[in-house]
């Protein structure tokens, strides 16, 4: 697969400035090449519809999108996976003071499309089961990816997302804190595939 990241270090001080004091931040990231070779095998990948809306009342989140969360034996998306955890585990190594509850271990793998004029998902928080930091890789598609207040949008700001950037968001965990950001994805106007890394707490 040749090499897969632009970078060969994270920028750690970034990052952490970035999520204590913005909730989100993206990074460049992906190698061209291998970003094309994720996004020919994610064209290709077995999506299933998600559920239109998730809660009730003043709760309720509607989305339109596709998931797939099985990767064969192989997978491109199995590399990334492990490619990004051990430079994560790389870059994080000699931080005196770890910003995270323990350390970040990407065991939840997730590969989503959103088609064109469709809605995307409505402002909302992840599980809380999601700890320390999500991570989605973009890799192909145009569309607003957001950081806001509550479930209406208000003083929502967009976090850049273009294909090959990372975009990473606190959870649970980080600098001893339970916050969940609020955050959406709308204005699709062309097919976006992205790929998420998540460490869910069993």
């Known amino acids: 697969m040749g090499l897969m990241f632009a ?27 291998f970003r094309r070779e994720l996004l020919a095998e994610a064209k290709s990948a ?4 998600a559920r239109a809306s998730i809660g009730e009342g003043a ?3 509607y989305q339109r999108m596709e998931v797939c969360d099985r990767f064969p034996a192989g997978s ?8 990004f955890q051990a ?8 931080v005196s003071d770890y910003p995270f509850e323990c350390p970040v271990s990407f065991n939840d793998l ?5 088609s064109p004029g469709e809605i995307g998902i409505t402002p909302h928080r992840d599980r809380s089961a999601y700890r320390n930091v999500i991570c989605l890789f973009v890799l192909a598609g145009r569309g ?7 479930r209406s949008g208000k003083n929502s700001r967009d976090i850049s997302n273009a294909p090959g950037e990372v975009i990473l968001t606190r959870a649970p965990g980080f600098i001893r804190s339970k ?7 709308r204005d699709i106007v062309e097919p976006r595939y992205v790929f998420g890394l998540r460490h869910e707490r069993h």
């Open 7 to 33: 970078i060969s270090i994270l920028p750690v001080v970034e990052i952490v400035r970035g999520l204590e004091q913005h909730d989100a931040l993206s990074l460049p990231l992906l190698n061209e090449a």
């Open 46 to 49: 077995d999506f299933r519809p």
């Open 76 to 83: 491109g998306f199995i590399a990334l996976r492990d490619n």
């Open 59 to 61: 709760r309720v989140v």
């Open 110 to 114: 997730m590969l989503q499309r959103y």
């Open 87 to 94: 430079l994560w585990n790389a870059s994080f190594a000699d």
């Open 144 to 150: 607003r990816f957001g950081i806001c207040e509550d």
């Open 179 to 185: 916050a969940r950001p609020f955050h959406f994805v």
